[in-house]
């Protein structure tokens, strides 16, 4: 019996945060945006599907870009989110793509109930925006 409680007790100890807690299409709040988190290896990542943008213009590019050698590529697919690694039920240490003024920022993904992500990206801290995204089903 006290074989089986150990080996139970270190299953579980060993499991961490679930990556699917993540994982999904999220609207985002601001602008109609959608975008796709997925694994990534042992982290996460996320892409951009949909925005008020690209639904006037699917040919959408990446036109605010801090590099001039990025702003012809597409919007629809381009990689926000990256970079993180599980922090307790978060991700942090990664970064978060703002394509409407084409600068990267360090970033965190905290899930608060299954159809509910903070997503907090900072210039540095204390100089944070948090959003909330709602999960679509």
Known sequence: MLLTLMTIALAGAGAGPNADSVVGRWQTQTRGGVVEIQKCGTSVCGRILS????RAN???TDGNNRDPKLRNRPIKNLLIL??????????S??????A??????????????????KVRGCVFVPLCKTQTWTRIR
């Open 82 to 91: 990256q970079g993180f690694a599980q922090d307790g039920a978060a991700w």
């Open 51 to 54: 925005s008020e943008g690209l």
């Open 100 to 117: 409407e003024d084409g600068k990267t920022y360090s970033a965190k993904l905290t899930p608060e109930g299954a159809d509910t992500l």
């Open 58 to 60: 699917p040919n959408l």
């Open 93 to 98: 240490g990664g970064t978060i793509y703002n």
